[in-house]
């Protein structure tokens, strides 16, 4: 694991925009560009961390404070523990953490509840670029409170 650079922008934005595409219930709000954009930009303000496999991006997360504001994985690196290496290294260096996630997304909600999140609230979907009913998550458990 290290802090993302730059040239790392594509490869993030290619497992983001892959998840988009894989996921039928996701109703996206920008296009690609703008995914990518977004991406490059949390690069550049030291806010991503990026985990390899074989040499290439194979996961990223981006933590902005102590809010999680991104963690893929690529679909090929799943189950390999590089999601729960890059939470446990945000954890490392924060307090407290939290994030949202969308409800209809049960394998993130199980991730982040195995990692020791608890669920602060829920959401119509109101107040998100997309529409979608969505979960805040926070850590530790009495952060919840």
């Not at 404070?65 to 893929?72: F, H």
């Not at 409800?103 to 979907?125: I, K, S």
Request: aromatic fraction near 8%; proline fraction near 5%.
């Amino acid at each position: 694991m290290r802090r993302a650079r730059p040239k790392d922008a594509a490869a993030c934005a290619a497992i983001l925009r892959g998840w988009i595409d894989e996921t039928p219930w996701f109703r996206t709000a920008h296009p690609p560009r703008a995914d990518a954009r977004s991406v490059a930009g949390r690069i550049d303000a030291g806010a991503v961390t990026v985990a390899e496999r074989g040499g290439a991006v194979a996961a990223f997360l981006a933590l902005e404070g102590d809010y999680v504001a991104c963690l893929y994985v690529a679909p090929d690196a799943r189950g390999a523990g590089l999601g729960r290496r890059l939470i446990a290294r945000a954890k490392r260096r924060r307090q407290r953490l939290c994030l949202w996630t969308f409800q209809a997304n049960a394998a993130a909600r199980r991730f982040y509840e195995r990692e020791g999140f608890v669920e602060r609230r829920r959401t119509d979907g109101r107040d998100n670029d997309e529409g979608l009913p969505d979960v805040e998550y926070v850590w530790p458990a009495q952060e919840a409170a």
